[in-house]
């Protein structure tokens, strides 16, 4: 994986701080690098924005007080909090481990 993952997002606010949608994770995953969320199957998880152009599987959410990136194929939607989509160009701070 390279650095960056995507040059856009999609995000419920300009600041992509208001969540998007909530599901559940259908199975276990473990990500690659500290800049991915591992979850459980069953677990909550809310996503804030979604990664467009050429990286349009990763979503970033939190699980608990984890926050990360996580394949979207991975989660069953069972809540939407916002059905605004603005399209932002991604920040170097949206890929890196904290």
């Known amino acids: 994986l ?18 998007m949608c909530r599901g559940k994770a259908m199975q276990d995953f473990k990500g690659p690098d500290c800049r991915f969320v591992n979850f459980k199957k069953g677990e909550a998880v809310y996503v804030y924005y979604k990664l467009i152009g050429e990286s349009t599987e990763l979503w970033a959410g939190s699980v608990g007080s984890d926050f990360g990136y996580f394949p979207k194929d991975l989660l069953e939607i069972n809540h939407n909090y916002s059905n605004e989509e603005l399209e932002l160009p991604t920040d170097e ?5 904290f």
Do not use: Q
């Open 93 to 97: 701070t949206d890929f890196v481990c």
């Open 2 to 19: 390279g650095r960056r993952f995507a040059e856009r997002k999609r995000c419920a606010d300009l600041e992509c701080s208001m969540l």
